[in-house]
C-alpha cells in the first residue's frame, strides 16, 4: 500500500497518435506508461495496419498487459490507447478501451476519459433503437450516437456531442484520421503534440515528454481536432464561456511534470504549499511532506517558512498493483505494513505534516499515529486544499458521500479523530490564487455544479470553423 490508496481515483488517460512509421502502437504504448497514474485497472490499444483495425485489452498494468510480441501485431501507423480506472461500469474485460464499432463510416476505435451523466437514458433510447451494446461502459453510447446519424462523419460527431452532459476527453480513431475532443467545459486535460511528421494527443503533456514529442497546445474545451494525411484541422463544436477543468488535476491526479491549460501542475502545487503557509504559519520545527502527494505542496510551505524540510515519512515497497485496494479494512493493513517513518529527524520535534488532500482520513490516522510513536513533540497536518465534502459527477470516484469524512464531521472533529494538534485545510481562495486565476471545477468542495442534468447542450452549439 502507499499513501495514494485512499486518495480519489482518476478514470481514464487517453493517448493517440497519427502518421509514425508502423510503430503507433509502441509509442502509445510509451504514452500509456506515462499516463499510469490516471487508471491501473486495465488498459488497450486499438491500431491501424493497412486498412484493417487490430486491438489489444487486458485487466492489469500497462507494463503487465502489454510485451514486444503483443506490440509487434499491433504494428500500424496510427493507434489509440487507454489506461482506465473504472467509475462507471465495473472492472470488466468487455468495459476496457478502446472500445471499437465497426459503423458506416467504418471501423472505428474509442478512448474516454470523464463521465457521461446521461449515459443511462441515451442507452435505453439507442436500444430501443436498436443498437446492441456490448459492454456496460458509459463511453460505448458516443460510438452509437456517432452510428446514429446520417451524415458525414465529422457532423455525425458533432450531432452525437450535442447529446452528451457530462465530461468527455476523448480520442477517436479512424482508418485514416485521429481525433480528439474535449467536453465543452473542459473537465479532463486533452492537448495536442508533435512527433517528428506524426501527431499525438494526449489527457497530458506528460505523456508527450515520454516519447519525445512536442508540446503544441491544449484542445480548447469544447474543440475537436481532427488529424490526418493533409494535417490538423480545429473545429470549435461548442461556445465556451467559461472553462472548469477539474481542479484535481492539480491537486493530486495529474503529473507533476504535466502543464494543464498553460498552468504547470508541480508549480501550482508548489502555491498551494505557499499559500497555505501565509494562511496558517504555524509554529514548528520540520515539515513533512505525506510521499508522495504532499511532496511539491511542502515544498512550498517551507520555503515560505524558511523551516526545514524532512522526508520523514517513507515506503518499504513500491507494489503499484496495490494502488486500488477495494475495502477500507485493506486499506488500513497495508498502511501499516508499507509506511515507515524515520525518527531521528522528527524525534521531540514539532511536526508539521503536510498532504494534498484529506479524503477518508484513514492514512492520516495511521501517519499520525506513526509520527508520535517516533517521538515527535507536537503533530499539525496541513491539507493543501479545501474540505471534500460533495460527489464528484465528472469523471473521479468521489460517489459516496458518508466515506468523506469532512461531510459528516467538523474540523475539530476530524483532528480529534486523526490524533492530531491541529488541522488546517488550504481555503478555496487560496487555493485559486495557488492556479492563478483557473477557472477551475470545485464542485467537491463547494456543491456549485458546473453541469446540471437539465443542460441543453444543444443550445452552446456553434458553427465549425477551420483553423
Ligand atoms: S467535482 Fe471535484 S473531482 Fe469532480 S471534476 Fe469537480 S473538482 Fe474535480
Redesign the pocket.
Known sequence: MNCEQEK?KEECGVFGIIGTNDDAASLTFSGLKALQHRGQESCGIASFHKMSMRTFKALGLVTDVFNDEILANLAGSNAIGHVRYSTTGSNLIDNAQPLTLSTKFGEIALAHNGNIINAKELRISLAQAGHRFESTADSEVILHLINDQVTSLENAISKALCKLNG?YSLVIMTKNALIGIRDPLG??PLCIGRFGNAYCIASESFALQSIGATFIRDVAPGEMIIINETGFKSHQIFQTQRK??????Y?Y?AHPSSTIDSVNVEMSRFRMGQELAREYPVDADVVIPVPRSGRHAALGYASARQLPLEEAIFKITQNERSFIQPTQTLRELMVVKTLRVQPEVIRSKRVLMIDDSLVRGTTSVKLVKLIREAGAREVHLLIASPP?Q???????D?SEQTELIAAHMSVDKICQYIGADSLYYLSQDGLLKSLIAQE??????NEQ??LKSSVCLDKLMLNSQSA
Request: hydrophobic share 50%; charged share 5%.
Open positions: 480519489p465530461a473537465f479532463r472548469c477543468c477539474c481542479a484535481f488535476e491537486i491526479f471534500v460533495f460527489p464528484c459527477y465528472y469523471g473521479v468521489i477551475v471545477c470545485l464542485a467537491c468542495f455544479y458546473p
